[in-house]
């Protein structure tokens, strides 16, 4: 390679992999490995200019498997491409049916709080699923009749909060937490919550006075909303210290330590699901937590209960989405990635990567149900699955009658 091809290379990898007409031409020149849009007898080269470390991520899309076909919707963004809110105490960004048009039904969330960060009280009209990435936390929560809740969560475990139920987070020490919030509405915005401090300032003095039964002049102090939302607070005490005088705690649990349940393993990979049948109060979202090894696949199935919402926790994967009517779209995705599958499509996910891929499925529904393309076949009369795909034996007397979720097993 030349001392110029070798700068625009270089120049490439610096900024992000953007690489103009010339610095391609140099690159191509010199026989480096720059993807390109074809494969035999079809395609041709991009001259650019091009995002080349976008292309490096996305195989699927500049070189398409030939089983692709038809225009199905986008079905993956990155957190990473989401606007990100900064505050005293932390920072969160959202990926919803704004950022993921095809996202109808579910909506996510990615928030950090410092080690004293306090998100602060409030409630919505959605549920609140979420999942703990790292670090520990205290979530707080009132059920209807005035029960409080109180309990620390730590690296994979869940909360649920129904819609309307209030409820608070905040980051422990030694480093606070980062987590991921699932919602039952694609529509929902973290902007607009029902908030403590919010409602307060919108209520006249004499109105507070006389609902708690104190001076109206007590009133009329509250911080503004937009020094709250996520802020700092005083780390609070151990666990036991937050016992409240003269109220009951709730009989119902808010948390589920999904990392203690046994997983389903195969050699390949582990599920763990996680739905109200586990977690009784989760009446509104299902959720696999599922590992895959390298080389293996979550095998080819559908969901016919909802769309599902997945995240990825870590490694990358190539995700195959079949629509009916000749439709079919294969995406890559990554850690921090949300890929989304409209109810009853049937998909795949495999492990691109030669680490660990591990990502969380979720549904808007009460139970984890998917079907098994290979289980189907295997429980079909075989003379009618031969007539429609004319197998060869081998394949047919390899099908599985139980499901193995992650294959091969």
Not at 237 to 251: F, H, T, V
Request: glycine residues 10%; charged residues 20%.
């Amino acid at each position: 390679m030349d001392s110029i091809s070798r700068r625009h290379m270089l120049a490439a990898t610096a900024t992000g992999g953007l690489l103009t007409s010339v610095g391609l031409a140099h690159a191509q020149t010199a026989g480096s490995s720059i993807p390109q849009p074809q494969r035999p007898g079809h395609g041709g080269t991009d001259p650019g200019p091009r995002n080349l470390m976008r292309d490096r991520q996305n195989p699927d899309l500049l070189v398409p498997p030939s089983s692709d076909h038809g225009t199905l919707p986008n079905l993956r963004f990155s957190f990473s491409d989401a606007h990100v809110r900064l505050e005293p105490g932390g920072w969160t960004r959202q990926v919803t049916q704004r950022e993921l048009g095809i996202a109808k039904s579910m909506a996510g969330v990615n928030m950090r709080l410092n080690a004293g960060g306090v998100r602060e009280l409030h409630w919505h009209k959605a549920s609140e699923w979420a999942y703990m990435l790292y670090g520990t936390a205290r979530v707080t929560a009132v059920d209807s009749e005035g029960r409080y809740f109180v309990d620390d969560v730590g690296v994979g475990d869940l909360w649920f909060f129904p819609g309307g139920t209030p409820h608070s987070i905040q980051g422990l020490g030694p480093d606070g937490c980062e987590f991921l919030l699932v919602f039952d509405d694609g529509d929902f915005d973290e902007d607009n919550t029902f908030l403590l401090n919010d409602w307060f300032k919108h209520i006249p003095t004499d109105v507070l006075g006389k609902n708690f039964g104190v001076p109206a002049s007590l009133f009329g102090h509250t911080p503004d909303e937009s020094e709250r939302y996520i802020f700092l607070a005083p780390l609070p005490g151990p666990l036991g210290s937050e016992a409240i005088a003269g109220a009951k705690a709730s009989e119902t649990s808010y948390t589920w330590r999904m990392m203690e349940q046994v997983p389903i393993k195969t050699k390949s990979g582990t599920v763990r699901i996680t739905d109200s049948r586990l977690f009784p109060i989760s009446t509104t979202t299902a959720a696999a937590l599922v590992e895959v090894e390298p080389g293996g696949l979550r095998e080819v199935h559908w969901h016919p209960n909802g769309d599902e919402w997945l995240y990825v926790i870590e490694g990358q994967a190539r995700m195959g989405v079949f629509a009916g009517q000749g439709q079919a779209r294969t995406f890559d995705l990554q850690a921090g990635d949300v890929g989304y599958v409209p109810v009853a499509m049937g998909h795949y996910l495999e492990n691109t990567g030669s680490t660990k891929f591990r990502f969380l499925e979720t549904f808007k529904s009460d139970r984890f149900i998917d079907f098994s393309l290979d289980t189907w076949m295997a429980a079909t009369p075989p003379g009618l699955v031969q007539a429609h795909l004319k197998l060869d034996p081998k394949v047919m007397s390899a099908l599985r009658t139980n499901k193995a979720l992650v294959v091969p097993e």
